[in-house]
């Protein structure tokens, strides 16, 4: 791409991972911890008081090898002691949307805090949602992902995807497509406590036999020497509907909690790709396991920071 437009930001931006990524791939095991520490990102602010403590970014081949050892096993691994801090209830957060049908909220995992809330959308709408993805013009994808991404959003932010993989089909809906996409989405503001304003549209996506999506974290990240100048900010959470059951494999798996969620029709996950400081948060790294036997539809919100400043305030504790 450079040698066609040298000036490309998104390429020179790739340019600069790969490059990093080759030479932690070619330095002995000490080297490479060591590079990997003085690697360390810097906050999404770019202020280097807000680093992290202890968020080293695994390289891609640590990531793949621990993926696919999480897609192998068929549930989550959690001791009891861990197990015991978790809790299911009924949130409706005093608004009127949900007073009279709260929704069933299971914590999955804590640090970070991924949830997963039961039934929060009818067998109806999914069925109208998957019509309305199926017929659109679809693109099948298994490429660098971050050109694609950012051809759909902002070439200024760097996507950083350790391995950019992913094989499936995608459509975007927005809420003016139907009254099942709009009821999604108010559905996920009042559940969630954010404001749906900034979110990206509905994106489904849909898997066959085969299907997959590498390890990747949904934020985007800030070019060490280039302008952050995404619209509304950076994707501060992730709202993952799942539209179908998978016979067979399709589970998304969290790398560093050793998460396995298996697809169940009509509930959804939710997590914060970022700290209340503005911080990315790499512990939400995660996959889509190959569906092995089935077909996976998903439907996926991306919700930004823009307009969450009294819904989420803001923290200096980096961790919270
Ligand atoms: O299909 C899944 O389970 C995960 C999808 C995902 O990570 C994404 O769309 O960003
Ligand atoms: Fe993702």
């Known amino acids: 791409m450079l040698a066609i437009d040298p000036n490309h930001v998104q390429a020179k931006a790739n340019k600069v991972y790969y490059a990093s990524l080759i030479k932690s791939q070619t330095l002995s095991k000490d080297q490479r911890e060591d590079y990997l520490a003085s690697s360390e990102k810097v906050g999404s602010n770019g202020k280097k008081n807000f680093r992290v403590r202890k968020q080293r970014q695994k390289n891609y081949l640590e990531l793949n090898e621990i993926?696919?050892?999480?897609?192998?096993?068929?549930?989550?691994?959690?001791?009891?002691?861990?197990?015991?801090?978790?809790?299911?209830?009924?949130?409706?957060?005093?608004?009127?949307?949900?007073?009279?049908?709260?929704?069933?909220?299971?914590?999955?995992?804590?640090?970070?805090?991924?949830?997963?809330?039961?039934?929060?959308?009818?067998?109806?709408?999914?069925?109208?949602?998957?019509?309305?993805?199926t017929?659109?013009?679809?693109?099948?994808?298994?490429?660098?992902?971050?050109?694609?991404?950012?051809?759909?959003?902002?070439?200024?932010?760097?996507?950083?995807?350790?391995?950019?993989?992913?094989?499936?089909?995608?459509?975007?809906?927005?809420?003016?497509?139907?009254?099942a996409v709009a009821r999604l989405s108010r559905l996920i503001g009042a559940v969630t406590n954010l404001t749906m304003e900034t979110a990206e549209d509905l994106q489904v996506l849909n898997y066959g036999v085969g299907g997959y999506y590498q390890p990747h974290a949904d934020f985007f990240q800030v070019l060490e020497n280039g302008g952050f100048t995404f619209k509304n900010g950076n994707r501060i959470a992730t709202w993952l509907t799942y539209m179908s059951d998978v016979e067979f494999g399709g589970a998304t798996v969290f790398l560093a909690v050793d998460g396995h969620i298996v697809p169940k029709k009509r509930s959804a996950v939710f997590w914060y790709n970022m700290f209340a400081s503005g911080e990315v948060d790499y512990r939400t790294a995660h996959a889509a396991c190959p569906v092995l036997i089935g077909n996976k539809w998903i439907a996926t919100k991306w919700i930004h920071e823009r307009g969450q400043e009294f819904r989420r305030p803001c923290s200096l504790d980096s961790m919270l």
């Open 67 to 133: 993926c696919k050892a999480l897609c192998r096993q068929n549930r989550a691994k959690l001791s009891h002691k861990h197990q015991a801090k978790l809790f299911c209830r009924y949130r409706h957060n005093n608004h009127p949307y949900l007073i009279l049908r709260p929704v069933k909220e299971e914590q999955l995992f804590d640090e970070p805090t991924i949830l997963l809330f039961h039934d929060v959308v009818s067998d109806t709408d999914i069925e109208k949602i998957k019509v309305l993805a």
């Open 135 to 179: 017929p659109q013009k679809s693109t099948i994808v298994k490429m660098n992902l971050y050109v694609i991404v950012a051809a759909f959003f902002d070439s200024q932010c760097h996507h950083q995807y350790w391995d950019a993989g992913r094989l499936q089909s995608h459509t975007w809906l927005s809420d003016r497509v139907s009254p």
